[in-house]
């Protein structure tokens, strides 16, 4: 074989690992990799939400949960996760439930 195939080959190479990091980054810009959220509830309403989450630096993330209407500030890492802070109340809480009322109300429909 001459050069010109070897060089085929790691162009090739290159082309298609370019394509799984593209891909990958992509997976993981628009959360296509999480699995669908299961709903047991009374009337299919949802009792966990995701309110915010924020990196703090590459390797941990605070999240605020939202669950039954209480938030809950959580640390998570690599190796563990820490509850910061719980039962704290949302600053609109009127809104929430306003929100909530709202999706109850088109559930029925």
Known sequence: MDM???LRFVAALVFVLVLI???A????????AGARPIVRGSRGRRRLALVEALPVDAKRRLVLVRRDGVEHLVLLGTTADLVIETGISPPFEEA???ADAAAETEDRA
Request: proline fraction near 0%; charge should be positive; hydrophobic fraction near 65%.
């Open 21 to 23: 990091v593209a891909a």
């Open 25 to 32: 980054w992509l997976v993981r810009r628009f959360g296509l």
């Open 4 to 6: 010109d195939t070897y």
């Open 96 to 98: 929430v439930a306003a």
